[in-house]
């Protein structure tokens, strides 16, 4: 059965880091796609960044870009999200979810898109 365990979340001051993690397990990452989303109360999950198909590049929402890094580790069945320079407006409950890799994707991806889905982890950034 496939689980996705996603973690990492916390408080941190405007301009901080964090680093999510993600363990897949049940799921090939040859084919699926993992991605992570976010989401505010109030408001529809939105696509952050995930893995490209083909050449495995992540692709980023324009909001993050320069600031978060998508990294995967094959080995370990792990992906992971980088974000530095942290705003207010990323404070969000962050989601790693998985979608049928055959299946094209990109950043307007609508959450009921995907098949997979961890609990969530909090991020908070302070002004």
């Known amino acids: 059965e496939a689980e996705l365990v996603d973690s990492g979340g916390g408080l941190v001051q405007t301009g901080g880091s964090l680093r999510l993690s993600c363990v897949v397990s049940?799921?090939?990452?040859?084919?699926?796609?993992i991605a992570w989303y976010r989401q505010v109360p109030g408001k529809e999950r939105e696509a952050v960044a995930f893995i490209g198909k083909g050449n495995g590049k992540p692709v980023y929402a324009d909001f993050v870009k320069d600031r978060f890094t998508f990294s995967s580790d094959n080995a370990k069945n792990t992906v992971y999200l980088q974000m530095n320079n942290l705003k207010p407006e990323d404070t969000a409950n962050y989601y790693c979810g998985a979608r049928w890799a055959a299946h094209s994707m990109t950043v307007t991806t609508p959450p009921h898109g995907l098949d997979y889905w961890g609990k969530g982890t909090l991020v908070a950034v302070s002004a």
């Open positions: 049940g799921l090939s990452f040859d084919r699926w796609r």
